[in-house]
């Protein structure tokens, strides 16, 4: 089962940020958290990884709590090419195991 | 560069066929995994796939089965359909020396069992 809990879905008006939350109480000491996204009828796209600091990169900010408990994906400024499923994931395992295991994500719809 | 790459884009079999989908993994990457993709849902981890051996693998049943190729290559082979096999099937690569590598995910094989 998945490690994580999303709302199943979000609005969000084009052009302002994108807020995504996630909980992930029963995180392990030296699992990640990782954040990809899908858009329809195409593979999940990578967006973003942390550990315990905040991260950002061109696509997004992932902001962790302390505690490691939850996190939030931050989108600046969403466009309408941003309406996709949000996942994120706990990567199980140490090192590049290749398994991650999906819930069912956030659907994030941008609106004009 | 070419990314990660699968074929055929979609498929069409009917119960009890047998049928293999085909993975070319991004380039400099030797790693493959492979998921399922029910509709309106996550995708599913089947297995994975380094050095020509299955190294991890998901709760699929042994219908289900892989094979790497030496140019890192890989296949999913489904025998005994099932209407339930209806799925996308998702090919990622990522690169074993990488720590916490991002694994890359090509566009997926649209199987419908009928």
């Known amino acids: ?88 994931i706990v990567r199980v395992g140490s090192g590049n195991t290749g398994k991650l295991i999906f819930g069912q994500g956030t659907t994030l719809q941008v609106k004009p | 560069d070419a990314g990660v790459t699968q074929s055929p884009t979609h498929l069409i079999k009917t119960r009890g066929q047998q049928v293999t989908l085909r993975c070319s993994p991004k380039s400099g990457h030797d790693t493959v995994s492979w998921y399922q993709q029910a509709l309106g849902q996550g995708p599913q981890f089947i297995f994975q796939y380094y050095e020509e051996e299955e190294r991890q693998r998901g709760n699929f049943p042994d219908r289900f089965s ?31 020396g990488g720590r916490n590598e991002k694994l890359f995910f090509g566009s997926g094989t649209q199987l419908s069992v009928l």
């Open chain 1, 1 to 88: 089962d998945a490690k994580t809990t999303q709302p199943p879905s979000m609005d969000c008006a084009e052009g302002r940020a994108a807020n995504l939350p996630c909980n992930h109480s029963t995180i392990s000491g030296n699992e990640y958290v990782y954040w990809y996204r899908q858009i329809h009828s195409q593979g999940p796209q990578y967006i973003i990884h942390g550990l315990k600091n905040n991260e950002t990169n061109e696509m997004a900010s992932l902001i962790i709590t302390e505690d490691r408990k939850s996190s939030t994906l931050i989108l600046p400024h969403a466009t309408l090419r941003d309406t996709a499923v949000y996942y994120c």
């Open chain 2, 66 to 96: 892989g094979h790497q190729f030496p140019n890192y290559s890989s296949e999913l082979n489904v025998n005994a359909l099932l209407l339930g096999d209806s799925a996308l099937y998702l090919c990622a690569s990522s690169s074993r």
